[in-house]
């Protein structure tokens, strides 16, 4: 690949290769987006869609995000936006994993949603969207809920795992999940004005905490519903501890839950 | 005895964020949860002075007890 390596090298511009010219080299070697972004950051450039990250995120870091795969459970109202977020903060597998259809009641929030796409499997429309955002993004899409059956192969190999589901039962069976393979879970959850997230790594027994006097049933967010900004937040502070997690830098939320109020707005932590 | 109770979230629609109540000795969480109409199945963190704690545990006079209900929408 010195062919390759000589190419980009040429047509940067300073250290930052543009979109254009990744493209160009893709065509002319024969090569895949993501081939080609990993020889970018092989040849010490930063591919240019990220220079707006470089002042927090080194290009070293940003190649680390890109050898990165976090599984995002879940694409609905959380799912919808840390898909995006992942998407283009540049995290270089994403898997997607949910087992349903986009309904007009997801339109209020859901950031995948669309009037044309009701009916169509939200993973399907997920994986098209990052296509869309972020091609040199490798995406896999399952059609599934994740569980004690399928779970230890669709978790395999993760960096990280992200909950976005819309109940405890799920979420506590994918804390166990994620202990047993020893992979950090950033969990988050949400209800109307309100919402919480929280970082598990192997061997702590925090969402438990968490859930302790739960009764087996729906929280508040039976009664209240979801807004669009409530999961827009809880996302973007879950993404923010993926980031954390990937790169192994800032304080995590680990051992303690945020939680918000955006009706007060008021921010509370809690031990765990 | 006074027990400050702290509501968090849906829990302070018509009640309150804050109170200093007065409670008997021996009075346990689950009294106060009852007292303040909080359904059990809504219950969320139940607090003492920052510790987690079960609906069974006794308040002591000048404790604080915290008050969140369940969250599990995505």
């Not at chain 1, 087996?216 to 519903?225: N, S």
């Not at chain 2, 409670?23 to 949860?33: D, F, H, K, L, Q």
Request: with cysteine; net charge negative.
């Amino acid at each position: 690949m010195a062919g390759l390596e000589q190419y980009l090298k040429t047509n940067a511009a300073g250290d930052l290769l543009a979109w254009g010219k990744q493209v160009e080299a893709a065509e002319c070697f024969g090569l895949s987006l993501a081939a080609v972004e990993e020889a970018i950051f092989a040849a010490g450039l930063l591919p240019a869609r990220y220079q707006r990250n470089r002042q927090m995120i080194s290009t070293a870091q940003q190649q680390q995000l890109f050898r990165s795969k976090v599984v995002v459970i879940g694409a609905g109202g959380l799912g919808g936006y840390i898909l995006e977020q992942l998407a283009r903060l540049g995290v270089g597998q994403i898997v997607t994993i949910d087992d349903d259809v986009f309904e007009e009641n997801n339109l209020n929030r859901q950031l995948l949603s669309s009037p044309a796409d009701l009916g169509r499997v939200k993973v399907e429309v997920a994986a098209e969207r990052i296509a869309v955002i972020n091609p040199a993004v490798t995406v896999t899409p399952v059609r599934a809920l994740c569980g004690r059956d399928n779970g230890t192969a669709l978790l395999a190999g993760a960096d990280c795992v992200v909950d976005a589901v819309d109940n405890v039962t799920a979420r506590l069976e994918l804390a166990e999940l994620c202990g047993e393979l020893a992979i950090p879970l950033v969990h988050g959850a949400i209800a109307g004005w309100y919402g919480h997230v929280a970082t598990i790594l192997p061997g702590e027994r925090s969402l438990h905490t968490l859930y302790r006097h739960w009764q087996g049933g729906k929280g508040v967010e039976q009664q209240l519903g979801n807004p669009s900004f409530t999961p827009a937040t809880a996302a973007s502070l879950e993404v923010a501890e993926v980031c954390k997690l990937l790169l192994g830098q800032g304080r995590l939320l680990r051992g303690r839950q945020l939680t918000f109020n955006l009706f007060d707005m008021e921010v509370d932590e809690i031990p765990l | 005895m006074q027990i400050t109770v702290k509501l968090f979230a849906t829990f302070r629609t018509g009640r309150f964020d804050i109170e200093a109540r007065d409670y008997p000795e021996g009075t346990t969480v689950a009294a106060i949860v009852d007292d303040l109409g909080l359904p059990r199945e809504q219950l969320g963190i139940l607090m003492i002075n920052g510790r987690h704690v079960d609906l069974t545990r006794v308040l002591a006079a000048g404790e604080t007890l915290a008050i969140f209900p369940l969250v599990g929408g995505g």
